[in-house]
């Protein structure tokens, strides 16, 4: 397909586990976003990249969440001892440089 | 930090009226954008505003960029019971920027 992609579309994890959220952005786009939004609230920002380059990362909430990017192309968002709290949809989207974000439609975490 | 405060958080209307909600900040911001999200999907762009005054339309659709580059609003007209969905005001410092979202405004079109 031509849009953004995200796997798992649902993860459910026990307290502790640690998570692994894919994001395939659309070919060719330089710039990628991981939000996160809880049940009933708008997104959050979490992380940005550009290419390979993590330029902004003061959206994560705790050195428990990672993100990569290492061939500029899929990102990995990373969450280790999953907490209740982060039971979320996580966001991903892409764009080419200085244009509108196309989101992918979520990863729903549960975590137990 | 940044935060956009939205209203109304949710709006009941009759199918063919028309809907209006909008967005103030405390933070000036260049970029004012309406999204819409459906269940179980990311949200999709409406509307975006790049410069303060403007007014601008995408078919029933209109939103405006407040000249104080505090504020935006949206007005859907003539609604349609495809138009239920959750609406979200958004804003960028610059367009290639991490977005601030409202907490979105759920529209409920009664049979």
């Known amino acids: 397909g031509a849009g953004v992609s995200q796997s798992p579309r649902y993860k459910v994890a026990k307290r502790g586990q640690d998570v692994a959220l894919r994001c395939d952005p659309i070919s060719g786009h330089v710039s990628l976003f991981w939000y996160q939004q809880a049940l009933g609230q708008g997104p959050e920002f979490l992380t940005y990249f550009q290419n390979e380059a993590q330029l902004d990362k003061s959206g994560l909430p705790s050195d428990r969440f990672f993100a990569e990017r290492p061939e500029g192309s899929v990102s990995t968002l990373k969450i280790q001892r999953t907490q209740q709290e982060d039971s979320a949809v996580y966001l991903c989207?892409?764009?080419?440089?200085?244009?509108?974000?196309?989101f992918g439609p979520g990863t729903r975490l549960t975590v137990l | 930090g940044q935060q956009l405060n939205q209203s109304p958080q949710s709006m009941f209307i009759q199918e063919g009226e028309d809907v209006s909600m909008n967005c103030t900040s405390s933070s000036i911001f260049n970029t004012w954008l309406w999204y819409k999200q459906d269940p179980g999907e990311g949200p999709v762009l409406l509307i975006a505003?790049?410069?303060?005054?403007e007014l601008t339309s995408n078919g029933r659709l209109t939103a405006q960029f407040g000249i104080t580059r505090k504020d935006s609003f949206l007005n859907i007209s003539a609604s349609i019971p495809s138009d239920v969905g959750i609406y979200f005001c958004?804003?960028?410092?610059?367009?290639?920027?991490?977005?601030?979202f409202g907490k979105g405004t759920r529209l409920h079109i009664l049979p």
């Open positions: 505003l790049y410069k303060a005054g």
């Open positions: 958004a804003a960028t410092q610059n367009r290639d920027d991490k977005i601030i």
């Open positions: 989207a892409s764009s080419l440089t200085d244009n509108e974000q196309f």
